[in-house]
């Protein structure tokens, strides 16, 4: 594991996954670290759903050819809190802590959040689920406009 993809997911730990443990309850992760290995196991068994390019949870890693899996960087996990609905994880989130983006999928799905090192752009993106099940990014928001966005869920 690269030095930088440590620092990532320590401060993942530290500045999300901690906080909201004090104050919400224990995150339950269903999918977080991908080593290029994992990203290709994955690949081969279970593509769909996944972006590994864009969703961070590769954080600082290498392909085999040399390039950065995730080119944003940072570090991602997806987690949900047994009998909390994710809105409200999302609400604490979006108000208290820094974070890059948030994927939420509904109240009762896991939500998808990363950090950044550097530029956190503290995006939340609402994600919807068409009739045939394929899903779709539905409003989003930044910063203080994402607080609001929260609020409504």
């Given at each position: 594991m690269k030095q930088k993809s440590k620092l990532a997911l320590e401060r993942l730990l530290y500045e999300v996954l901690l906080p909201v443990n004090r104050s919400l309850g224990n995150p339950i992760i269903t999918y977080g670290f991908t080593s290029f290995e994992l990203?290709?196991?994955i690949q081969k068994s279970s593509p769909s759903g996944t972006a590994p390019t864009l969703d961070q949870h590769s954080s600082y890693e290498i392909n085999s050819a040399g390039r950065q899996i995730c080119s944003r960087g940072g570090a991602a996990c997806d987690f949900y809190i047994e009998g909390l609905p994710?809105?409200?994880?999302?609400r604490f989130i979006t108000q208290k802590l820094n974070y890059d983006r948030i994927y939420y999928?509904?109240?009762?799905?896991?939500?998808?959040?990363s950090i950044h090192l550097t530029d956190p752009l503290k995006h939340l993106q609402i994600m919807c689920e068409s009739e045939n099940g394929r899903r779709y990014p539905g409003k989003k928001a930044f910063g203080d406009q994402a607080i609001i966005l929260?609020?409504?869920l």
């Open positions: 990203k290709k196991h994710t809105s409200n994880i999302v999928y509904g109240n009762k799905r896991p939500l998808h959040v929260a609020e409504g």
